[in-house]
């Protein structure tokens, strides 16, 4: 039962800041309101990555308006229709001048939504309308409490705690760590994944679990053993908690660990058998590349002779995100490139910080997107590694975010990338060398070859790499 599902997000990013004119409030509207408004038209008239039909904007925003309206209950709402002209400036003021004729109209009517005034709501309702007349999947209007989600999304939170990951084990109701945070407290007091967690601060873990494993219904017992277990070992940083471990059937002496100032990670990492080092990347954050690099080091410290990245559920991140990640196996030449409405290419190449080469297998799925397939991408076209899995999702698409001042976001197409060799794999994906993919009802535990097929298909062809450069001969001299 897995206790740690890492966050998919199935965007490559890159951040902007606002570069719009100044609005003029309307009668109903805070100037906030109105420049958010018109920055939102702005931005997707000059930056979505097609052309944009700017009447179908101004309609969509009216529509999205009197359907906001009508599913709170406000009767028969109407607004003027809107025209367009060939002039943005003009477009823009009548669209402010449409928002706040319905504030001015309707937002009394409105109750507060999560401390969303109505006006507010109105506002919101306007540029989810224009941003949706385009009909992207991937250009969305972001609320404050959407565009707060999206970044502990990406770059995680922060907690006191022990700094591991686990599952419980069905057999034993033991903790099973499957990773320890590098550098983590846990890591400085000698826990090893695969360890078994049996008792915190002298009480048996099964004992603390008894109340959850009483619970008949699965999702009912999987949170309240979260609660549990998390109640156990976070805790403020400078705190102790004792731990009992279970190593290769062992009871050890108990291990006291001082919890920490843990920021949850996006990369984990352990050591397979015959020195394959395996590294999970659940996201594309901003601290990814430095977390990857950190575990390559301890890896390789560890006598690594070759390597899985498992980019499986990954949904991606950030651009730059992609290009680090990528360069720490491509040594030079390109990794992606972006090509925008204007047809201007980008080309972004690695940056020589690569490590040695080994035999590579990168993991891929259905839900590997974005960011993971620029990666997966890079390595296919270099020919540094070899993809195994199934093929991906298929998102050759860039978006930019827009912050706003009020803390909410519009996140917009831009630009289409493009792999090394100048495939588009949007709609397409990527296609493995080695096909395998997860038998259905398979008891799946990532990390661990012998309940992982697709983990084992890879483990198995670096195995025969690894072997064939042992028998190799020495070159001559």
Avoid: C, W
């Amino acid at each position: 039962m897995k206790r740690l599902v890492p966050v998919a997000v199935a965007a490559l990013l890159t951040l902007a800041t606002a570069r719009v004119p100044a609005a003029t409030a309307g009668p109903g509207l805070s100037a906030q309101q109105s420049e958010e408004l018109v920055a939102s038209y702005v931005h997707l008239t000059s930056d979505f990555y097609k052309k944009v039909d700017r009447q179908a904007a101004l309609d969509n925003a009216r529509t999205s308006m009197i359907e906001y309206l009508k599913k709170r209950k406000v009767a028969n709402a109407t607004l003027p229709s809107l025209h367009a002209s060939d002039d943005d400036v003009t477009n823009a003021e009548a669209l402010n001048h449409e928002v706040s004729a319905a504030v001015g109209t309707y937002a009394s009517k409105l109750e507060p939504i999560e401390s969303l005034s109505g006006s507010t709501q109105i506002t919101y309702a306007a540029i989810a309308g224009v941003l949706g007349s385009v009909k992207d999947r991937y250009t969305v209007f972001l609320s404050p409490k959407e565009y707060a989600a999206l970044n502990e999304g990406l770059d995680g939170t922060s907690f006191g705690g022990v700094g591991i990951s686990y599952d419980i084990d069905d057999a034993t109701h033991l903790l099973h760590v499957e990773n320890v945070i590098l550098d983590g407290p846990s890591d400085k007091a000698g826990l090893q994944p695969d360890d078994m967690i049996a008792a915190i601060d002298g009480k048996p873990v099964p004992q603390l679990l008894a109340p959850a494993l009483s619970e008949k219904e699965d999702q009912k017992r999987l949170t309240a053993e979260q609660g549990i277990v998390t109640a156990q070992l976070r805790g403020n940083p400078g705190t102790r908690v004792q731990l009992t471990l279970v190593r290769a059937g062992k009871t050890m002496d108990p291990v006291t660990i001082t919890r920490e100032t843990i920021h949850q990670p996006s990369v984990s990492s352990k050591m397979l058998p015959n020195s394959i080092g395996y590294v999970d990347l659940t996201v594309f954050g901003q601290t990814t590349a430095q977390e990857l690099n950190l575990a390559l080091h301890r890896l390789d410290a560890q006598g690594a002779k070759a390597y899985v990245v498992d980019l499986r559920n990954n949904g991606g991140g950030y651009l730059n995100a992609a290009v680090d990640v990528s360069s720490k196996f491509i040594a030079n030449g390109p990794i992606v490139s972006v090509q925008s409405r204007a047809g201007t290419d980008t080309e972004y190449d690695a940056d020589n910080s690569a490590i040695a080469p080994r035999p590579l297998a990168v993991l891929v799925n259905q839900y590997t997107a974005s960011a993971s397939e620029i990666t997966a991408g890079a390595i296919q076209d270099s020919g540094v590694g070899t993809i195994v899995g199934t093929k991906t999702f298929g998102k050759g698409v860039v978006q930019t975010i827009f912050p706003m001042r009020d803390g909410s976001a519009v996140k917009i197409t831009t630009a289409r990338y493009f792999t090394p060799k100048g495939r588009d794999i949007n709609a397409v994906g990527i296609e493995p060398e080695i096909k395998t993919d997860l038998p259905k009802n398979t008891k799946f535990r990532p990390g661990d070859p012998t309940q992982d097929p697709q983990l084992a298909a890879a483990v198995s062809f670096l195995d025969g790499r690894i072997a064939q450069n042992t028998t190799a001969p020495a070159p001559k001299s």
